[in-house]
């Protein structure tokens, strides 16, 4: 995948080839892929206190990637808007740490706004997630895009020891206790650390009780 590919993903976005060749399961139809659409709601909406437990097979997952590759990308670009050029520049001078990053959607954001903006990637990042049809999709997405770059998938934030680092959260802390949250950022101790969260009540009093 050439620079100017992930340069043309912050101008025009991107295209429904991207997300087909990167999905691990291949929809009948879409209303097959309405179907799934309709799991993961039920799932992520309406039944969240099972997240913890569930495991996702290859059809939910590349329904998650379907839906929110399209929607994560311009989401990130649109935060990173309204931060100052500096910070930005001083935030990719440090290691990159998705945690809980899914299909690494958030990732690819990250590294194709600095590519547009003519600003160095970061000496390398870290992809968390504990779900495995997610890690596929991650790695399908990192080989795609940003096969050349030092970028590690892993389950756990203990696999590989890093300090100094920015510590991103792209709708996932919203998925940890409290306690545990705070557990992991004493243990990173990132530099950084970038929310990007739904605005619902629940999200609210957590980053609330956060500040506190």
């Not at 991103?168 to 998925?175: K, R």
């Not at 940890?176 to 650390?193: G, K, R, T």
Request: overall charge negative; some cysteine.
């Amino acid at each position: 995948m050439s620079s100017v590919r992930l340069t043309d993903i912050v101008e025009r976005g991107l295209e429904i080839d991207d997300i087909e060749s990167c999905a691990s399961y291949h929809f009948s139809s879409e209303d097959d892929l309405v179907r799934a659409l309709g799991e993961l709601n039920a799932l992520y909406v309406l039944h969240r206190e099972k997240l913890q437990q569930k495991s996702l097979n290859a059809r939910l997952a590349s329904a998650y990637l379907y839906l929110y590759f399209t929607s994560n990308v311009p989401k990130l670009f649109k935060l990173l808007s309204f931060l100052p050029h500096d910070l930005i520049g001083k935030i990719a001078k440090t290691v990159w740490i998705d945690f809980g990053a899914g299909p690494a959607t958030y990732t690819l954001a990250w590294y194709a706004w600095l590519k547009s903006h003519n600003i160095p990637y970061p000496p390398e990042a870290l992809v968390i997630e504990k779900d495995l049809a997610m890690i596929e999709l991650a790695n399908n997405v990192l080989d795609k895009f940003l096969h050349h770059e030092q970028i590690h998938v892993a389950q756990s934030i203990q696999q590989k020891k890093i300090s100094g680092a920015t510590l991103f959260f792209g709708h996932s802390c919203n998925e940890l206790p409290l306690e545990e949250l705070l557990h992991l950022m004493e243990e990173v101790a990132p530099q950084f650390i970038l929310f990007l969260e739904p605005g619902t009540p629940a999200v609210f009093q957590l980053m609330s009780d956060l500040r506190s």
